[in-house]
């Protein structure tokens, strides 16, 4: 059975920092484009990140450039999302995704074909 699964969530203040791996088991992911979303209460999922299989093409969504960083490590079969400058706004239940193809990245929550069980995170202002 595919799963992937996520970890590093947790309580900040605003301005700390966290951590996300996301770590598949049953299969390597490796040559796959890897994404994170997240998902606040009462709003619909939304793109954070993707890498795609080399690490060569990142994406973000526009209020986590400069903040977040995400990457891969395909040895570990590891995705990580690196959050810095955290914000209140950055409270949600992140989410991480793999998708069928790896040479590219996507913000569309609907390319991407396996999904882990979510990681909380909050922010305390």
């Known amino acids: 059975q595919v799963q992937l699964v996520e970890s590093g969530g947790g309580l900040v203040q605003a301005g700390g920092s966290l951590r996300l791996a996301c770590a598949p088991s049953?299969?390597?992911?490796?040559?796959?484009?890897m994404g994170w979303f997240r998902q606040a209460p009462g709003k619909e999922r939304e793109f954070v990140a993707a890498i795609s299989r080399s690490g060569g093409s990142t994406d973000y969504e526009d209020s986590v450039k400069g903040r977040f960083t995400i990457s891969r490590d395909n040895a570990k079969n590891t995705v990580y999302l690196q959050m810095n400058s955290l914000k209140p706004d950055d409270t949600a239940v992140y989410y991480c995704?793999?998708?069928?193809?790896?040479?590219?990245?996507?913000?569309?929550?609907?390319?991407?074909?396996?999904w882990g069980q979510g990681t909380q995170v909050t922010v305390s202002s």
């Open positions: 995704a793999a998708a069928p193809f790896g040479g590219w990245t996507s913000k569309n929550a609907n390319a991407y074909e396996y």
């Open positions: 049953g299969r390597t992911f490796s040559s796959n484009t």
